[in-house]
């Protein structure tokens, strides 16, 4: 077993921590064998997918690596609470995307909120990437911030929808300021006001099927 191997990045203008970890789970394969033989089910929220039930065992494997990023990338000595985790897919078609769904995105407002992305499906599946607003500057949104990027967001999706697909890059309204390559059985993870998008490439095999489409692990934790 390979121990895991932490980088920790800060990123865009406002140097934001992130952490990447590769050899982040002990036993992937076996991991991605349990998503295998999961039940999957349309996934809750924006999330342009299907979404299954973890292991009960996960987190404590992954205990050893999150409590090294908690700890030495994010400065926390804490508790840290579970919210959500879940095995996800992407599967949904560019065309049949909401608005919400094409843009980049924030998970939650609170900064003690963190987010988990860990890659188990195939390297060309895409990663995770990272934006700047144009019109505010803003690369977080957080409680004071939130009503001036809503009202700035919803009158650009007024005068031009964006086009149906997913968001791969800058474009007129936002700038890429980080990406993060998916590699098998490496985990990204972040504060979740981080504006946000899974990065889809064009091509991408979107199946439900866990060993050919865009297998990960989505979890929301709370630091405390």
Do not use: C, W
């Not at 934001?16 to 809750?44: C, K, N, T, W």
């Not at 065309?95 to 980049?104: A, G, K, N, S, Y």
């Not at 803003?138 to 997913?166: I, K, S």
């Amino acid at each position: 077993m390979t121990a895991p191997d932490i980088v920790a990045r800060r990123i865009g203008g406002e140097r934001q921590p992130i952490a990447i970890v590769d050899h982040f789970y002990p036993d992937p394969d076996g991991l991605r064998d349990f998503a295998s033989a999961a039940h999957f089910e349309p996934a809750r929220r924006q999330y342009p997918g299907v979404r299954a039930d973890l292991p009960d065992t996960y987190f404590h494997a992954i205990r050893p690596a999150l409590t090294g990023v908690l700890t030495h990338v994010f400065g926390h000595r804490g508790g840290v609470s579970l919210l959500d985790a879940s095995f996800s897919m992407v599967t949904k078609p560019p065309e049949r995307l909401t608005v919400e769904q094409r843009l980049p995105h924030f998970d939650a407002i609170d900064p003690a909120r963190i987010a988990l992305v860990h890659y188990l499906g195939a390297e060309n599946s895409g990663g995770t990437a990272f934006y700047r607003h144009r019109a505010t500057g803003y690369e977080t949104v957080d409680a004071a911030r939130a009503p001036a990027y809503l009202a700035a967001v919803q009158a650009e999706v007024r005068e031009e929808p964006p086009a149906p697909a997913y968001i791969d890059g800058s474009t007129g309204r936002f700038e890429q300021v980080s990406a993060v390559d998916a590699r098998f059985n490496r985990a990204v993870i972040y504060r979740s006001a981080l504006l946000h998008s899974g990065a889809i490439p064009a091509g991408a095999t979107l199946s439900d099927d866990p060993a050919r489409g865009r297998l990960t692990v989505t979890a929301f934790l709370l630091l405390t």
